[in-house]
């Protein structure tokens, strides 16, 4: 079985900066994708950046320039840091791995629960 989890969410004013990380745990062999997508109150999921394992990444236009996305292959893990936040970037965090691969099986997606991020004053 393969768990993601996120860290790093919370309350940050119009203009700060947060780092969201992202843990896997399973006895994984590679990830193919890994990113993070969020969800506003009342809207739709929506990409916000991705990496693949041979460092293509992939940003909404909304957050480039803004975020960065990394990864540790090596640990199968992401990062996203984020600054000049905006309240419009106010949603819950939801880490994503794609294709991962595992000794006995490959799963196409998993899914972290997610982390709140609020941005206000």
């Keep these: ?8 969410g919370g309350l940050v004013q119009p203009g700060g900066s947060l ?11 590679s990830i193919r994708v890994m990113g993070w997508y969020r969800q506003a109150p009342g809207k739709e999921r929506e990409l916000v ?22 990864r540790d292959n090596g640990r199968n893990t992401v990062y996203l840091q984020m600054i000049s936040l905006k309240p419009e970037d106010t949603a819950v965090y939801f880490c994503y791995a794609g294709e991962v691969v595992t000794r006995i099986h490959t799963f196409l997606e998993v899914w972290g629960k997610g982390t709140p991020v609020t941005v206000s004053s």
């Design 1 to 8: 079985q393969v768990q993601l989890a996120e860290f790093g």
């Design 19 to 29: 780092r969201l990380s992202c843990a896997s745990a399973g006895s994984i062999d």
């Design 49 to 70: 950046a991705t990496e693949t394992i041979d460092e293509m990444t992939t940003y909404a236009d909304s957050v480039k320039g803004r975020f960065t996305i990394s």
